[in-house]
């Protein structure tokens, strides 16, 4: 029960920063539509992120958990902190000559002819947005710190700093005192950078509420060894995972101005389910995972948690993965078609969002398996792993990109998320972790029963329910008649799945639902 609380709390807390991410692009795409501008800002954006993914939430995140939860249980807060300082301390020095090295890159592209004007607009973005690189991975090697002192709260509530500074910079000070799409993009990036000065704020100041001594190891020499041996094949696996995630967006930003924000709406989409339970469920669970495989006697626990996981994962994603799938056009048009981001912007939308949704239970199965593998101090088998998904990702969009366009791209990461995720699953019974257990494979089959009902149930019903909407389209303004139409579809339909789903799941007696209406009914009153 404990576990369970503690994903809800990151589940809640992740889930209002998802919400104030669609909000944000809901205003990104508003203002700055799909054509150059937001693909150049995309893009510039999108090198930070790597690296923030990378060496924050990435390989170094993936070492220093293991190692600081030993430290923890061995030797105390002391020797932890006097490691996390040490940790800190050198990354601080890399992330600034890394933040050099990428300034002068972007300074440079402009020197380079001929190219689109999309290029041109993301050097400038890029330069601006450089710093934010340092002040991320800091903030979430902090944030991986508090998670091993069980504290969730703070880290999850990261993003919503920096999703409230790009909203108010962009809706705010963009809407009033600029004119065109270049100008606001602008005032965009100055958004990211205060977003980012409270992501590194926050989770430090919460660590020195808990006693983080900050002057620990100074002046003595703090063995690193067992974080680099993590560490270093870590980098490669991740970097290669980052690398296959630029490649798609340079090959998006390759084929025409809209592609590259198209993939990325849809894409940002499916972040959602994903974001508000699965990565919480790797979250709360990645230290503990850690614990039970650093004893002795803690394999059939580590499995137990692994499956436990994977089953409470599966009960959310499939659901929300169905349901983005078959209401993705009344979704899109009624968050989506504002300002610059037109109806044709929402058709071309549709299919690459349908296909990533498809994804959504694999992208989450992968994470909590990677995770394993990590926990067990194992981060050679996801570098091969991850090897194997760049070259299929890469071969795969070249094949698909002609004569698909972003939905080939959109599909080669389907088939490559859906081959990467099951040879993880497979590798893991080195660790005595059974590929299927009967509760889990009895558990799987009743979800994906639920959900397929819960699907039909929508498609049956949303001819039905438009009709009935229709009736209602005299009493409102025509200009926002099919809008309302679209969100009234959504606020219909999306309760009844809800009821379906977990109605179906009631009569089926899913063992996992229970659990997780216990912890509700005991939230509920309290």
């Not at 069980?150 to 999703?163: G, K």
């Not at 993590?230 to 296959?244: E, S």
């Not at 349901?323 to 009624?334: F, H, Q, R, Y």
């Not at 019974?429 to 994906?448: D, E, F, N, Q, S």
């Amino acid at each position: 029960m404990a576990r369970l609380r503690s994903i809800s709390i990151v589940s809640l807390a992740t889930s209002a920063s998802r919400v104030l991410g669609l909000i944000r692009d809901v205003c990104m795409f508003a203002f700055l539509g799909t054509g150059p501008v937001s693909s150049a800002f995309i893009l510039a954006f999108t090198l930070p992120n790597l690296f923030r993914r990378l060496l924050g939430e990435g390989a170094l995140t993936s070492a220093v958990v293991p190692v600081l939860s030993r430290k923890l249980e061995q030797e105390g807060e002391a020797a932890q902190d006097a490691l996390l300082n040490a940790v800190l301390r050198r990354l601080f020095l890399t992330l600034l000559g890394l933040s050099v090295l990428l300034g002068i890159g972007w300074w440079g592209l402009p020197l380079i002819p001929g190219l689109a004007e999309r290029w041109y607009l993301s050097s400038g973005y890029g330069l601006m947005l450089t710093p934010y690189l340092v002040l991320i991975c800091l903030a979430a090697i902090l944030s991986a710190a508090l998670n091993v002192r069980q504290r969730f709260l703070v880290p999850a509530l990261s993003q919503v700093w920096l999703n409230l500074s790009m909203i108010a910079a962009l809706g705010g000070f963009g809407w009033a005192l600029a004119e065109t799409p270049e100008a606001r993009a602008w005032w965009l990036a100055g958004g990211v950078l205060v977003g980012g000065v409270l992501q590194w704020l926050t989770p430090w100041l919460d660590l020195q509420q808990v006693g983080w001594d900050r002057r620990a190891g100074r002046g003595e020499p703090v063995d690193l060894r067992p974080v680099w041996r993590l560490f270093l094949p870590g980098v490669f696996g991740a970097a290669i995972f980052q690398v296959n995630v630029l490649v798609s967006r340079l090959l998006a930003f390759s084929l025409n101005d809209q592609a590259t924000g198209i993939l990325y709406l849809a894409n940002r989409l499916i972040e959602l389910p994903l974001g508000v339970f699965a990565v919480a469920v790797s979250t709360v669970l990645f230290p503990e995972l850690a614990r039970y495989a650093a004893r002795e006697d803690g394999q059939e626990t580590f499995a137990e948690a692994y499956h436990h996981g994977w089953r409470l994962i599966m009960l959310i994603t499939v659901p929300a993965a169905l349901g983005l799938a078959v209401l993705a056009g009344p979704i899109l048009s009624a968050l989506f078609a504002w300002g610059l981001f037109a109806a044709d912007d929402v058709a071309a939308t549709i299919p690459p969002l349908q296909i990533f949704a498809i994804a959504v239970p694999f992208y989450s199965w992968a994470t909590l398996a990677t995770r394993a593998f990590h926990a067990q101090q194992d981060m050679r088998t996801p570098v091969r792993l991850a090897v194997l998904n760049l070259l299929m990702n890469l071969g795969l969009s070249l094949l698909l990109m002609g004569p698909y366009g972003t939905s080939g791209l959109a599909l080669a990461n389907l088939l490559t998320s859906v081959t990467h995720c099951m040879l993880l699953a497979v590798l893991l019974r080195r660790y005595r972790v059974p590929l299927l257990t009967p509760t889990t494979g009895l558990a799987t089959v009743k979800i994906i029963a639920a959900g397929a009902v819960m699907a039909g149930a929508i498609v049956w019903l949303k001819p039905f329910s438009w009709d009935l909407l229709a009736r209602l389209e005299t009493l409102f303004a025509p200009t926002w008649a099919e809008k309302l139409l679209n969100a009234g579809l959504i606020a219909l339909l999306i309760p009844l799945g809800v009821v379906v789903y977990f109605g179906t799941l009631v009569i089926l007696r899913e063992g996992e639902l229970h659990e997780l209406l216990t912890v509700i009914r005991k939230k509920l009153g309290r």
